[in-house]
């Protein structure tokens, strides 16, 4: 009987064993899939990223990424919108006008919080309603404040000192240093900058003063050809305001814009802060320190504006200097805040088991046609950056795939090895990951699909999509302005001239209505 004990006893204790060593098994299973961070940056040209040819500036950060992981060279939005650009990385599906999203339309988030991850969502926050999907959210309540932001989380709202970037990049760490150690994490960072109104954080003010921006090659179109274009409101000339977007509140209030009451109101708002006996913090607004610095650097800047002798041409190419200034500046910040988030991990010993993707939601315009904003399918708008930085792929590829932002979802999730849903409608792109050739690769996509919807919005862009293939941009604008705008980007890179109905086009531009009308119907666009 005391050696059945005995026997019975080693029993048990070897399956405990057997059972502590599957349990760990699983559980270093669990924590042996890739942890996720995605970094987003606002309305991002590629000419603020020194990995991209034709940079205006430098990113040392950003270059880190790419020169350890892959830069995808044909990387586009599908939709030049921040929360509809949003929408399609979240979903992996095109936004569609009109239709809005689907409640029942499964997540990212909320497909890797079920298959075991830890998901957190830090910055801004461009859809409707609160995030889902995520166990942390902490974003930003209002757009376009740079100082002394609010944020709201699963705790209530809270107005916090700093600039912007650095308070995103601050959230994230913190919600890093607090998570589970036991699980995989997916953490997304979308950033405010770099969107209008490009508010510089004190120690960036007058980086870029010593540099003159080259005016782009199409900085003076006249828009010939395309009467869409003849209705937008982004023109840095006609449409940029002083006050508002070029920060020249002056104290003695003797710089106006009669014509834009209500972007001058704004701007001033913004820019003259409170007063300095106050030592409350107002959301939104500088606290006396950074008011000193940000006026002591802005009356210079308003002094130089003032002085005479400027024709209206040498005016419009002062204001793109000013725009161009600001905007680089605020990405510098970025650029910071992503080499301070990289040495985090680093640190931490968690770069060997994360996948870094940096990307933006959509383009902007630096000049090119004069324009400022965004919203057009032209390639400012559209164009967007990819980076991804895996612990295993080769460092320093460039892939020339086409490729939208519709297959971040189903490229995190085959990469954390969860099923992706068939209503998902993007690519899986790790088969790219590391430089492999197209050949390589499976068959690849030969064209995408882009629609923008918001007119009047912000900028006036007429609503209009269309189809991109590797040589061609057939768009379709339709409402303000019924149109077609065709462009051969290898013989028109700066989109001038628009040969839609031009003698001997028609047997291009057939085959383009063609692929364009089995996208709209692939995607569900068709009424």
């Known amino acids: 009987m005391a050696e059945l004990k005995k026997i019975i006893v080693v029993t048990i204790a070897c399956a405990l064993t057997l059972f502590g060593a599957v349990s760990c098994a699983q559980k270093a299973s669990r924590t042996a899939r890739p942890n996720f961070v995605v970094i987003m940056c606002d309305d991002q040209s590629l000419r603020t990223i020194s990995a991209y040819e034709g940079a205006l500036m430098q990113t040392p950060s950003i270059d880190v990424l790419a020169s350890e992981g892959t830069l995808f060279t044909n990387s586009f939005t599908a939709n030049s919108a921040c929360g509809s650009s949003l929408e399609s990385i979240l979903t992996g599906r095109h936004p569609l006008c009109g239709k809005g999203s689907n409640g029942n339309t499964e997540t990212l988030s909320s497909i890797l919080k079920e298959g075991g991850y830890e998901t957190a969502i830090v910055g801004k926050w461009s859809m409707r309603g609160k995030p889902s999907g995520f166990d942390h959210w902490d974003i930003l309540c209002g757009g376009e404040e740079y100082y002394n932001p609010a944020f709201e989380s699963e705790k209530g709202r809270e ?10 990049t601050d959230a994230a760490i913190k919600w890093l240093e607090g998570r589970s150690a036991d699980s995989p994490f997916f953490l997304f960072i979308n950033n405010e900058a770099s969107h209008r109104t490009w508010m510089p954080d004190t120690c960036d003010l007058g980086a870029f003063d010593s540099k003159v921006f080259p005016l782009p090659d199409n900085f003076h179109d006249s828009y010939k050809g395309r009467r869409a274009d003849l209705l937008q409101k982004m023109g840095i000339e006609s449409d ?3 006050i508002y977007d070029l920060k020249l509140a002056d104290p003695d209030d003797q710089i106006h814009t009669p014509d834009s009451p209500r972007l001058e109101s704004m701007g001033r708002g913004l820019y003259l802060g409170i007063p300095e006996a106050t030592d409350s913090l107002v959301e939104g607004k500088m606290n006396p320190a950074q008011q000193k610095a940000w006026s002591s650097y802005y009356s210079r800047v308003i002094e130089n504006f003032k002085m005479p002798g400027r024709t209206a041409q040498d005016l419009t190419v002062w204001k793109y200097q000013r725009f161009m200034r600001d905007y680089c500046s605020v990405t510098k910040s970025v650029d910071r805040n992503v080499g301070r988030l990289y040495s985090y991990l680093k640190e931490h010993g968690l770069l060997e088991n994360t996948v870094i993707i940096y990307t933006s ?12 904003g965004d919203g057009f399918m032209y390639e400012e708008s559209m164009r967007i950056p990819l980076i991804v930085r895996t612990p295993s792929s080769k460092g320093g590829s460039k892939v020339g795939n086409l490729v939208q932002n519709i297959d971040y979802a189903p490229t995190i999730l085959s990469l954390a090895g969860l099923a992706v849903p068939e209503g998902m409608q993007g690519e899986d792109l790790s088969p790219l990951l590391g430089g492999k050739t197209k050949s390589a690769s499976k068959a ?13 919005g912000e900028y ?5 999509y269309g189809v991109r293939t590797e040589r061609y941009s057939l768009m379709h604008f339709y409402g303000a302005v019924e149109e077609w705008e065709l462009f051969d980007l290898q013989s028109d890179p700066s989109q001038m001239r628009n040969i839609y109905g031009e003698p001997g086009t028609v047997d291009l531009t057939q085959p383009l209505k063609e692929e364009l009308s089995r996208l709209r119907k692939l995607y569900g666009a068709e009424d």
């Not at 107005?159 to 995103?168: A, D, F, K």
């Not at 630096?366 to 324009?371: A, D, F, I, K, Y």
């Not at 690849?444 to 009047?456: E, G, K, M, T, V």
């Open 240 to 242: 940029m305001n002083v």
């Open 460 to 464: 006036s862009v007429c609503n209009h």
């Open 444 to 456: 690849w996509r030969s064209s995408l699909y882009y629609q923008y919807c918001d007119y009047p």
């Open 361 to 372: 939601d959509h383009g902007i315009f630096t000049g090119e046609h004069g324009w400022f």
């Open 159 to 168: 107005v916090r000192e700093g600039y912007v970037t650095n308070l995103v």
